[in-house]
């Protein structure tokens, strides 16, 4: 339970809840009742006890290990070793992701937080996201500025760098092309989003139907050029014949 790891989370940082909600510009009542009555707690306030707290997201996070060192005192700064051991495991996330450990959106989020938005240190996740150009007014949408090879968009319905884009989205439905165009119009740098979208699109072997998770993200390449980021995870996916 989400729940029962933030109030795990205080008691390894040694604060009561409601000073954790204080210092990370939370409502404290909120969360206490979305905790107390086992109600959802909204992504954005599980983004912003991590960022105050110093842990990542992947804590909250069922099934996923968490590497845990004893928390510094707020007025230190990280010692040396600290910070070897962070690059370590850093290093060792990035050596399963090329022995083909499938990364989550929580690890790419991770990443884009720990290197500011910028795509540095990309060479582990750049097979597996696409990145685009800002949208701009009268695009039909969003220009690719490279796909990777094993993105869910090329996988799926082969999408590529040099599409026709008006054909490629002719095929889906207009609700969900609406709902993709929009998603871009409001990713601006340092700004992200995870969302769940459902897609249906006519394709070579028929209708197909399904849903899937999207980690959007405004980043700046190595000229700080503006660019889109999105990494996708399917949920499900159905054909019909």
């Given at each position: 339970m989400i729940g029962q790891k933030v109030l795990d989370l205080c008691k390894l940082k040694g604060l009561t809840l409601r000073?954790?909600?204080?210092?990370?510009?939370?409502?404290?009542?909120?969360?206490?009742?979305?905790?107390?009555n086992h109600r959802p707690i909204p992504f954005k306030t599980i983004d912003k006890l991590s960022r105050k707290l110093n842990v990542p997201l992947s804590y909250f996070s069922e099934g996923q290990p968490l590497f845990q060192v004893n928390a510094l005192a707020t007025d230190s700064a990280p010692s040396g070793s600290m910070l070897q051991f962070e690059t370590s495991i850093n290093a060792?996330?990035?050596?399963?992701?090329?022995?083909?450990?499938?990364?989550?959106?929580?690890?790419?989020l991770d990443w884009l937080v720990h290197v500011d938005f910028q795509l540095k240190d990309f060479d582990w996740i750049k097979d597996q996201?696409?990145?685009?150009?800002?949208?701009?007014?009268?695009?039909?949408?969003?220009?690719p500025h490279s796909v990777g090879r094993e993105s869910l968009a090329a996988q799926l319905v082969g999408f590529s760098k040099d599409v026709d884009l008006k054909a490629h989205f002719d095929k889906f439905d207009a609700n969900d092309v609406a709902v993709i165009r929009l998603s871009h119009a409001a990713i601006t740098?340092?700004?992200?989003?995870?969302?769940?979208?459902?897609?249906?699109?006519?394709?070579?072997?028929?209708?197909?139907?399904?849903?899937?998770?999207k980690l959007m993200a405004g980043v700046r390449d190595e000229n700080g050029v503006p660019l889109t980021l999105v990494f996708c995870r399917l949920i499900n996916f159905n054909t019909h014949q």
């Open positions: 000073a954790a909600c204080q210092a990370s510009g939370l409502k404290y009542s909120t969360l206490h009742a979305q905790i107390s060792q996330a990035k050596l399963l992701a090329e022995q083909g450990y499938s990364p989550s959106i929580d690890d790419v996201v696409d990145l685009y150009y800002p949208l701009q007014t009268d695009d039909i949408m969003a220009q740098p340092q700004v992200y989003s995870v969302t769940d979208q459902a897609f249906h699109a006519q394709w070579n072997q028929g209708a197909i139907s399904g849903s899937y998770r």
